[in-house]
């Protein structure tokens, strides 16, 4: 993890995106990310832009999905065991 990534898991929130996608194959459907930002939106966008780029998913034809915000609390473990 560089310092850029600590400063926004330091300054920011973090979320998972979990989304279906009903119209892709039953194995590759579930998708999800974790990101980070000053704001939902940010983080949220980040975790979207992740999933579309995947390959079971990157160039496909999207007309539905559900999508699941949770919001995740305190700070990354890796961060969490450096500090003691």
Avoid: C, W
């Avoid at 990157?58 to 003691?84: F, H, M, N, V, W």
């Amino acid at each position: 993890m560089d310092e850029s990534d600590r400063m926004t898991f330091r300054n920011g929130k973090r979320f998972r995106v979990s989304v279906n996608f009903p119209e892709i194959s039953a194995s590759h459907s579930y998708q999800d990310a974790e990101a980070s930002g000053g704001n939902m939106r940010v983080a949220v966008n980040r975790a979207l832009q992740e999933i579309f780029t995947r390959r079971h998913v990157k160039g496909r034809r999207i007309t539905y999905a559900t999508i699941r915000i949770t919001k995740l609390a305190g700070r990354p473990q890796a961060e969490q065991e450096s500090d003691s």
